[in-house]
């Protein structure tokens, strides 16, 4: 239950936070992205919903890891009906009425960039894992914790930002359209913090499922058969 409530929780943070560009200095000048790496706000709170899905993938297989992926998929539509329902409310105060829509009433664009990434990369990390597994069994699991996660990242970063600031704003007119510099700019910034915390966090992976297991005994390993 601790890592569906830590996949639930990443994924709320990361819907209302998703709308924020965030700027980063470095100490250094790199291709695309400059001297500055810039990334949606969300980057960080989903990087970890990748954490918890490969814990419950390695533990409890991969039927039952596609179960949470597509019940948090439906969940991102009840905390959008929720949040937008809350923003059409008549307000006490109207004066502080669009600051709340400001603030947590995401974009067109962003919704659907985040919702087309979220399911297909979703899914695609669970299915690697899974798969990486049926060939390793039950070692190398820093291999299936960062292949998965890597090539998953990859694929979200692509969606995410290729949908929420060039396609949806282009083709639906919601949004604004980025130049293809600050784009690809977006991705790089994206996809570099998403990787290091897929390196970080292997040690992390490897304690959860030590601490579940001992406290479960052995039954979770029989979870990959199905």
């Given amino acids: 239950m601790g890592l569906i409530g830590l996949f639930v929780t990443a994924l709320v943070t990361a819907q209302v936070t998703a709308s ?97 990434a979220y399911i297909v990369s979703q899914n695609w990390d669970v299915l690697v894992f899974h798969r990486i597994r049926e060939y390793t069994g039950s070692e190398k699991l820093w291999l299936r914790n960062i292949a998965s996660t890597a090539s998953s990242q990859a694929i979200d970063t692509v969606i995410f930002v290729s949908v929420a600031f060039a396609i949806a704003p282009a083709v639906l007119g919601v949004g604004t359209v980025l130049p293809t510099d600050v784009v690809l700019s977006l991705m790089v910034g994206q996809y570099l913090l998403k990787f290091v915390i897929a390196l970080l966090d292997t040690p992390i992976v490897y304690a959860i499922v030590s601490v579940v297991r001992s406290r479960e005994g052995g039954s979770t390993n029989d979870m990959h058969s199905v």
């Fill in 20 to 116: 924020k560009v965030l700027a980063f200095e470095l100490p250094m000048s790199l291709p695309v992205t400059g001297s500055q790496l810039a990334l949606p706000g969300a980057a960080l709170a989903y990087a970890l919903t990748f954490l918890a899905s490969d814990c419950y993938t390695e533990l409890y297989g991969r039927r039952a890891a596609q179960i949470v992926v597509n019940v948090g998929f439906v969940l991102n539509f009840v905390v959008l009906a929720l949040v937008w329902s809350t923003i059409a409310a008549p307000a006490a105060d109207p004066s502080t009425a669009g600051q709340f829509a400001t603030v947590l009433g995401a974009s067109t664009n962003i919704v659907l960039g985040s919702l087309l």
